[in-house]
């Protein structure tokens, strides 16, 4: 099983996404940045890293959102979602097609990947507390 960290990160009632490149698995669907967790590495620091490297911009690691496991035709992964938020740029495109900032009334216009339904769900529930 893959170890997998993402990121998700709040402006008010929003919450940030970033659509996966063309030439990826899961072409141009959408996810929330983050990345595979390499050896070493705690889920902190690798979301930290991968930030860096697809955003181009720090971030703040907060508490554990959900995690889910999913298995792919290719790989099974355990995703960890954490609460985060960015310390100071604007992200940049330096590795996803596009980015936006969406409200949970707004999922359903979005293709995103797989293994992030079961967090949308969660994210919608959340919203509405």
Known sequence: MTEVVAALIWEQT???????PANKSCPLLWEFPGGKVEPGETAQQALIRECREELGVPVEVGALFTEVCHTYPD??????????KFLSEQPKLLEHNDFRW???EEIPNFPFCPADK???EKIVQYCKK
């Not at 929003?14 to 996966?20: D, E, G, S, W, Y």
């Open 14 to 20: 929003r919450f940030f996404i970033c659509q996966r």
């Open 75 to 84: 790989i099974t992964v355990h995703l960890s979602l954490f609460h985060a």
């Open 102 to 104: 969406i409200t949970a």
């Open 118 to 120: 079961e967090i949308l």
